[in-house]
């Protein structure tokens, strides 16, 4: 079983729609983060979280929000789509006392028409 | 934006060459990452360095944080065509506590 597991894995939709994406862990980490993946530019962070009701903006929040509903769960909104939001969205978590690296899911693949 | 850059974007090679690309960056970081990423998959760590100079090997992989603290390169021996995929580099700077900044990628490419 996936230690991340994202919800869904694909997503088509149209513009103006609004969009949940889901993450949720079996790890035990209190930290949990939202990264956008486009061609060429590698893996950028939109939001992040250090605990339940922590939330925390990244270098590209703009048009997105996010919930930390439990140490388990962070998701991801896109109140209303637009087309160039159309990339694979992956969420990771990690954990402060460890200091280990970031572990990542297995992403979603969203589709904005 | 960007802080890391990262080369070559993209590696064609022979399977059994030995392979290199590196990350640098004008910001201090405090730990360097290397990440490989498969098809459909999410990226999936490969090495991590924590000091300065420090030089650390996974199987075929190796890996070095530069003494400078701006850069970092990964060594890929013998290549097979498992190898193929995207290999990300990532880190830590300073400032920015656990959040990752990522280069934009090497994609390589194994040909039997």
């Known amino acids: 079983d996936a230690d991340v597991t994202q919800t869904p894995r694909n997503r088509i939709t149209k513009t103006g729609k609004r969009i949940m994406l889901e993450c949720s862990q079996t790890?035990?980490?209190?930290?949990m983060y939202w990264y956008r993946q486009d061609p060429g530019l590698g893996l950028r962070l939109i939001y992040y979280s250090f605990d339940v009701k922590d939330i925390n903006k990244g270098e590209i929040s703009d048009g997105y929000s996010v919930s930390r509903q439990a140490q388990a769960k962070f998701s991801l909104s896109l109140e209303s789509a637009i087309p160039n939001q159309t990339a694979l969205y992956f969420c990771?978590?990690?954990?402060?006392?460890?200091?280990?690296?970031?572990?990542f899911g297995d992403g979603t693949r969203l589709s904005i028409l | 934006g960007q802080q890391l850059n990262q080369s070559p974007q993209s590696m064609f090679i022979q399977e059994g060459e030995d392979v290199s690309m590196n990350c640098t960056s004008s910001?201090?970081?405090?730990?360097w990452l290397w990440y490989k990423q498969d098809p459909g998959e999410g990226p999936v760590l490969l090495i991590a360095?924590?000091?300065?100079?420090e030089l650390t090997s996974n199987g075929r992989l190796t890996a070095q944080f530069g003494i400078t603290r701006k850069d970092s390169f990964l060594n890929i021996s013998a290549s097979i065509p498992s190898d193929v995929g995207i290999y990300f580099c990532a880190g830590t700077r300073e400032t920015s506590g656990s959040r990752l900044t990522f280069g934009e990628g090497t994609q390589l490419t194994v040909n039997p």
């Open positions: 790890k035990g980490h209190d930290r």
């Open positions: 910001s201090i970081f405090n730990t």
């Open positions: 360095l924590y000091k300065a100079g």
């Open positions: 990771a978590t990690s954990d402060a006392r460890s200091n280990q690296p970031q572990h």
